[in-house]
């Protein structure tokens, strides 16, 4: 499922869209968060190659709170050296660091940097992905120069402090609705908090085009089949939502 650039409420409203489309395929979206997995470079890189490996198709380093600017570049260059392209690598938050590391776009906060302005400096081929949490955020999808939105908190989880109540199965159907009137159908929604295998399925029944994880997917060990599993499960439930 490789999405492009929506073309639906928002056409023709003077958006600042990309040139060409960018290719976002959100079905298995592992997030390399160093508060969770640890800092360590190598393990870092060892972690993302399994998980491309096993069907990931999206990668985000995610570090909040950056106390060492050049640690942190060191070792998103790990992980896309490890990579070796064959999946986007997303950086969360920090235009700077995607630029500096020649990642292929950042994804987003209601809070951080304007799409806009991220778009303005990362161009137009960049991947920018944006969290949206509530109804009212979905409907101003359709002004804004994204390729993907993130839906969240679904569960509840503890790889994040997070202040907002889980939305829940219902709430994810409610803010899917709105987000598919705000952009059409070809905008690629993916969900994420508190998601593993045994839920995943669920999420896409939902109305997501894919999950983003962290724990269910870089720990416990043999991530390349975590990685696979999850990608059968989704690639399942995407499967019997179409037929």
Do not use: W
Not at 135 to 150: H, T
């Amino acid at each position: 499922m490789s999405l492009g650039i929506a073309s639906g409420a928002g056409a023709g409203l003077g958006l600042a869209r990309p040139a060409a489309p960018v290719a976002v395929d959100l079905r298995l979206y592992g997030l390399l968060d160093v508060g969770v997995l640890g800092g360590d470079a190598s393990a870092l890189a060892e972690r993302a190659a399994a998980s491309v490996a096993g069907g990931a198709t999206l990668l985000q380093y995610r570090e909040k709170d950056i106390a060492d600017a050049r640690a942190a570049l060191a070792r998103i260059r790990a992980i896309r050296a490890a990579v070796g392209g064959r999946v986007p690598v997303l950086i969360n938050d920090r235009v700077d660091l995607a630029l500096a590391a020649g990642a292929e776009g950042v994804h987003l906060g209601q809070s951080d940097l304007h799409p806009e302005e991220a778009r303005r400096l990362l161009g137009p081929r960049a991947v920018i992905g944006l969290t949206v949490k509530t109804g009212a955020q979905a409907d101003e999808l359709y002004r804004l120069p994204i390729d993907y939105a993130c839906i969240g908190g679904v569960f509840a989880t503890t790889s994040k402090d997070n202040p907002d109540a889980p939305v829940g199965l219902d709430g994810l159907q409610r803010i899917v609705f709105r987000a598919r009137l705000a952009r059409g159908q070809t905008l690629p929604l993916g969900a994420i908090a508190g998601i593993d295998a045994g839920n995943a399925a669920s999420v896409i029944r939902a109305g997501a085009d894919g999950v983003a994880l962290i724990g269910a997917l870089f720990k416990g060990g043999d991530t390349e089949g975590r990685a696979r599993d999850l990608r059968a499960r989704i690639d399942e439930a995407l499967a019997a939502r179409k037929a």
